[in-house]
């Protein structure tokens, strides 16, 4: 069965540094997602892409993120300097073009020190 | 008040007896509402997708929509063990939409 890929599934990082987070959709999905959960919080919804643009942000998703599919199959978010906050689960979310059942990544865990 | 209220529990059930979740919402823009199952530290998967109102069955799964009062629930039926983790309610205004997710529930199933 079809799933989503995430990868690095932990990372280690120092504040201030630049860190890219890497995600492989379903193959035949068309919207892509990041959403992410601090430890013992919700789930919170990051920015959604379609058509190689964004198509919805949150307020989280400030301009130390950007998101970029480089290529056909890859979709990465990329946070520039990173805080003690962004300490967090991140998962890639992509979408059935049939009926918009959104399939969960199994995250990458990001520890800022 | 939050757009989507859900008790985080720990709901605690016997083994073979019928799990019963909820949430609550205020949006009544919402129109697409999903369960998902979360093991610790783990992705959501998810469990059931329904638009609007209405009752949808899938195995020992049901959920049930009632958009009057903003209510959703899902029953789990013949509870196992593997059952035990933390249950999502998402929901969203669009198809393709962003969610809004619950606060989890988490659902402990004793032998």
């Known amino acids: 069965e079809p799933e989503v890929t995430q990868t690095p599934s932990h990372q280690v990082t120092q504040m201030g540094q630049e860190v890219i987070l890497r995600c492989v959709p379903i193959?035949?999905?068309?919207?892509f997602y990041w959403y992410r959960q601090i430890l013992g919080q919700k789930v919170e919804f990051l920015v959604s892409?379609?058509?190689?643009?964004?198509?919805?942000k949150s307020e989280i998703f400030d301009d130390q993120f950007s998101v970029e599919r480089p290529d056909g199959s890859n979709f990465t978010l990329k946070i520039r300097s990173t805080k003690l906050e962004d300490s967090a689960m991140y998962f890639c979310?992509?979408?059935?073009?049939?009926?918009?059942?959104?399939?969960f990544g199994p995250g990458t865990r990001l520890l800022v020190l | 008040q939050k757009e989507v209220e859900q008790d985080p529990g720990p709901l605690s059930v016997p083994e073979g007896a019928i799990v019963s979740l909820n949430c609550t919402y205020s949006?009544?823009?919402?129109?697409?509402f999903m369960w998902y199952r979360q093991y610790s530290r783990k992705g959501p998967e998810l469990l059931m997708y329904t638009y609007s109102s209405g009752n949808k069955e899938d195995g020992r799964f049901t959920a049930q929509v009632d958009k009057s009062s903003k209510y959703i629930s899902l029953f789990i039926s013949d509870s196992h063990p593997c059952d035990s983790a933390t249950y999502l309610c998402a929901m969203s205004g669009g198809s393709w939409g962003k969610l809004q997710f619950g606060a989890g529930t988490q659902v402990v199933v004793t032998p």
């Open positions: 979310a992509s979408s059935d073009p049939r009926g918009g059942q959104q399939y």
């Open positions: 949006n009544s823009a919402f129109q697409y």
């Open positions: 892409f379609y058509n190689n643009e964004i198509s919805e």
């Open positions: 193959s035949n999905h068309l919207y």
